[in-house]
């Protein structure tokens, strides 16, 4: 399995923007599809962004869409959550997770994830 990083987290006003990363400890990481969720405290973990390995496909959850965007440098073994016009809502700890292949929005299709990174939008 893939080791897995996030890192980029906080606290932002509600209309803010942040950037997650997602670093990866495989050379091979360009082989593997990577999924965002995040889980809200007494909440099950929700499916947000994915990004295919070839990054020629992209997947995001109705309440995210036009807001973030999910992209990725295989070179540097990263993929990036940029989120914009956060909302009080967005408020979660937000993981990485990384399969083979195909991109997928079931948690538990993906066999690697990293340790999460809190986001906090005050209302």
């Known amino acids: 399995q893939v080791q897995l990083v996030e890192s980029g987290g906080g606290s932002v006003q509600a209309g803010g923007s942040l950037t997650l990363s997602c670093t990866a400890s495989?050379?091979?990481?360009?082989?593997?599809?990577v999924g965002w969720f995040r889980q809200a405290p007494g909440k099950e973990r929700d499916f947000v962004a994915a990004i295919s390995w070839r990054i020629t496909t992209t997947d995001y959850s109705d309440s995210v869409k036009d807001r973030f965007t999910v992209s990725r440098d295989n070179a540097e073994n990263t993929v990036y959550l940029q989120m914009n016009n956060l909302k009080p809502e967005d408020t979660a700890v937000y993981y990485c997770?990384?399969?083979?292949?195909?991109?997928?929005?079931?948690?538990?299709?993906?066999?690697?994830w990293g340790q999460g990174t809190q986001v906090t939008v005050p209302s």
């Open positions: 997770a990384a399969r083979r292949l195909a991109l997928s929005r079931a948690p538990n299709s993906y066999p690697s």
């Open positions: 495989e050379q091979t990481f360009s082989n593997y599809a």
